[in-house]
């Protein structure tokens, strides 16, 4: 553990002497979202857990938000929350409350630590069970005198987990075989658990089309021929699933996104050993089903372009202008932050077309908005070496806008994108669609660049497409915080 995220409070305070004393940075926020939000991120990112830190009470309450995040995700994640000491807990103390029990529905794991002595075997089990599959957020409710006290220097023996063994893939491998249409679905399970490599080598090899539910991770780091974008976007998408005749599932999902499965028939789970499947398959090729899905994929994205040149107004820059200049030059190592509704579906019909990488990150199967200054913060401390990107709507970058001084003040550079339509964008199409009209949607004007002054780091506008490509060129070269506010005409994408 080489950092802790966290906001201070009286509840953390000798946890705090200690950690420095070990050398452990401290990443301090504004808010304690953001700290949870750096340390589920950073698990999302990584596959090891993120650690985040906050004092008792309502401190806990808001970094709950990232801890839900994590929930929904299956991302391994520690989260600390200190207490008062446990002589006066339950009799009316200063922020009194049971936080064990408070944060248990969204962890895997949820105790205090009630004995110096407990305090390193329960760290082992909380880390390790954040680790187990499927990956998920811990908590360690750690009281002041516990954190005081000096703890046995040989800690209790450390518990030892054990994988379930994966499905057969009989059944699986049988389906393939009698299939003409299979399609794959890889979620962020396949991320966490390594096999995306192998999954995509058996998707090469036999020609199967490869989707990613909208939201989960992905595992295309260069363009793929077998990669057709995401599915199950609020703004539609290719419909392949209703085509398919055969679906492997990279991991056990049936929510939204995949229609719950209602009426999809011969759905396979397979969550490992890819490699295994692709042997016990046999030759196969699907050359054909494979261009003509390639074929429908480029339908949509004809469509999702010919909607946004129906919404230009004027001489105003569109979404569509930004994703192109992203496609034009963001590095292929960069980490992109996708942060926002109606800027996210764009850039998810177009940017992760036939690319998407598990170094990119979206806001995850929570559907959250606002995370995106954490998340580049916790992309900077996960890929040192990496130039990080945030692309963000206008209402999104506002919920921890005040953290953009932390990242300045910490050397926590990253490049902002902030698509700026005064609205909030995906809710406001969604409302004119049905009722005619914008309820609660509008907002009003931001300078984004010169509020990005004013926190230290550097303010850019761009009104057109040649200006925003100068902009990111030149904030790629330096290491500092740099915020490109562009005002656009609004619009979510329409795929049909």
Request: glycine share 10%.
């Amino acid at each position: 553990m080489e950092w802790i995220a966290t906001l201070c409070g009286h509840g953390l305070d000798p946890l705090f002497d200690a950690v420095t004393r070990a050398g452990v940075r401290l990443i301090d926020t504004r808010n304690e979202q953001s700290a949870a939000y750096i340390a589920e991120c950073y698990g999302r990112l990584t596959g090891k857990p993120g650690v985040c830190a906050s004092s008792s009470g309502v401190a806990v309450v808001n970094a709950m938000t990232g801890v839900m995040n994590a929930w929904f995700d299956h991302a391994p994640m520690l989260f600390i929350s200190g207490s008062a000491d446990l002589d006066v807990l339950g009799r009316g103390c200063f922020q009194d409350a049971d936080q064990a029990a408070l944060v248990r529905p969204l962890t895997k794991y949820s105790h205090s630590i009630e004995r110096p002595e407990d305090a390193l075997p329960m760290l082992d089990e909380a880390w390790s069970t954040a680790l187990e599959t499927p990956c998920g957020p811990v908590h360690l409710m750690f009281p002041m005198n516990v954190q005081r006290a000096i703890a046995a220097s040989d800690p209790a023996k450390r518990t030892e987990h054990f994988q379930a063994a994966p499905p057969s893939l009989t059944s699986a491998a049988e389906a393939l075989r009698l299939s003409r249409r299979p399609l794959i679905l890889t979620t962020s399970e396949v991320f966490y658990n390594g096999e995306g490599g192998a999954l995509l080598d058996m998707a090469r090899r036999f020609h199967i089309p490869v989707q990613t539910p909208i939201w989960d991770r992905g595992i295309c780091d260069f363009a793929e021929d077998v990669f057709l974008g995401v599915m199950g976007a609020a703004t539609g998408d290719a419909g392949l699933l209703k085509r398919a005749d055969c679906v492997l599932l990279a991991g056990d999902l049936r929510d939204y996104r995949v229609q719950y499965l209602k009426d999809i028939p011969n759905v396979h789970i397979v969550a490992r050993d890819w490699a295994g499947l692709a042997r016990m398959a046999g030759p196969l090729d699907f050359t054909a089903w494979l261009s003509e899905a390639r074929g429908i994929r480029d339908g949509l994205t004809r469509a999702v372009r010919n909607s946004a040149e129906a919404q230009r107004a004027g001489t105003r820059m569109h979404a569509v202008d930004i994703v192109d200049v992203l496609a034009d030059l963001l590095p292929t190592d960069a980490s992109l932050i996708i942060d926002g509704g109606s800027i996210g579906q764009w850039a998810h019909h177009l940017l992760c077309e036939r690319r998407y990488p598990g170094y990119w990150l979206t806001c995850g199967r929570s559907g959250v908005v606002g995370f995106g200054i954490a998340g580049a913060i916790a992309a900077r401390l996960a890929f040192p070496q990496r130039p990080v990107v945030l692309l963000s709507g206008d209402g999104a970058f506002t919920f921890s806008v005040a953290d953009l001084e932390c990242a300045v003040r910490q050397r926590l550079h990253f490049v902002a994108i902030v698509a700026d339509d005064q609205c909030w964008g995906i809710t406001d199409s969604g409302h004119l669609r049905q009722y005619g009209k914008g309820m609660a949607t509008r907002l009003g004007p931001i300078a984004f660049d010169r509020l990005a002054d004013s926190f230290g780091a550097s303010g850019v506008r761009a009104g057109k497409r040649e200006e925003l490509a100068a902009a990111l060129q030149h904030a790629l070269s330096r290491q500092e915080v740099t915020i490109i506010h562009v005002p656009i005409s609004g619009g979510a994408p329409q795929a049909a």
